[in-house]
């Protein structure tokens, strides 16, 4: 059985990441004309400063440098954060977002966009924000019967401006 690419990096560089207490989310190798681009993703409890990308740069590129693992080609390495909108894969994002709110696309057909309340191993509670003046409904939703979900970014959340006055 052959081992892909992206799995060599991964097992050579989690070592790396965990070392910085942060969480290897993704690695892509792709083409850039004639350049190949390593993109790295990382993300922690806290989220990841500029700084910790910087620091983990240096030391992932001359990680490569010591190996064959990027090949003879020149490449371009680029490692950040998950942006804000990134998609929900693992049981450690829908804990992430707890007290964000989400698009969950079903299996069953149909979306639902709702506060994520709490995180179990089963699945979320939700708070499904109410139609023209209603009050908002609880909802339990299995992970199961999730397809995709992606944080939904809010610029001014309404509970957050009530605590501040």
Known sequence: MSTTQSERLRGLL???VSA??????EIEVSRAGR??????????????????CAELSRAISAKLDETDAMGDGEYVLEVSSPGADRPLTEHRH???????????????G???VARILAVDEEGLDLEVPGVKGRKPTSRRVAFDEIAKA????????????????
């Open 110 to 112: 149909g979306e639902l």
């Open 150 to 165: 992606r944080v939904e970014i809010e610029f001014s959340r309404k509970d957050k401006k009530e605590e501040e006055a």
């Open 20 to 25: 910085e207490q942060l969480d290897l989310e």
């Open 14 to 16: 989690e070592p790396l």
């Open 94 to 108: 829908y804990v992430r977002a707890t007290g964000r709110l989400a698009k969950l696309h079903l299996h069953e």
């Open 35 to 52: 350049r190949r681009v390593l993109r790295i993703v990382v993300d922690s409890e806290e989220g990841v400063e500029l700084d910790a």
